[in-house]
């Protein structure tokens, strides 16, 4: 016996293949395919690049706690307000593929934040009291 068991299909007897028909857009069907315009619009920065203004906004940081470390409280205040101020700068100016890790939210969001915390850290440097022994 050569038949298949069970009910015969619904588009024509045993073994009938259904008829071609397009995939329905939905959660389960996958996305097109990227077309040649999305590939070309991708700038042609090496990725390290996009890290320099992170990495310089850090590195200021980075002097700055140093200074501070030395006890000198407002000048090492005054480089990290100044750094961080960079960094705002850095993400107004550039554009997205080149800020990196600076990018974190929307790019007003994230200028008005680090302008917030510059001066800050540059008010608490001028309102602090040094200690004078």
Not at 28 to 35: A, D, K, Q, S, V
Not at 93 to 108: D, F, K, M, T, Y
Request: aromatic share 8%.
């Amino acid at each position: 016996m050569s038949q298949q068991y069970g009910p015969p299909d619904f588009y024509g007897g045993f073994g009938a293949a259904p008829p071609e028909t397009h995939p329905v857009p939905g959660p389960e069907t996958p996305p097109p395919p990227r077309g040649p315009r999305r590939a070309q619009a991708r700038p042609v920065v090496p990725r390290w690049l996009s890290r320099l203004p992170y990495a310089f906004v850090l590195c200021g940081v980075a002097v700055g706690l140093a200074v501070v470390a030395t006890n000198h409280f407002r000048r090492g205040s005054m480089l990290i307000a100044a750094s961080v101020f960079i960094g705002a700068l850095a993400r107004l100016l550039l554009p997205e593929s080149q800020v990196g890790l600076l990018a974190v939210r929307r790019r007003w969001l994230d200028v008005l934040l680090m302008t917030a915390a510059a001066v800050g850290i540059t008010l608490v440097a001028f309102v602090a009291k040094g200690t004078t022994g």
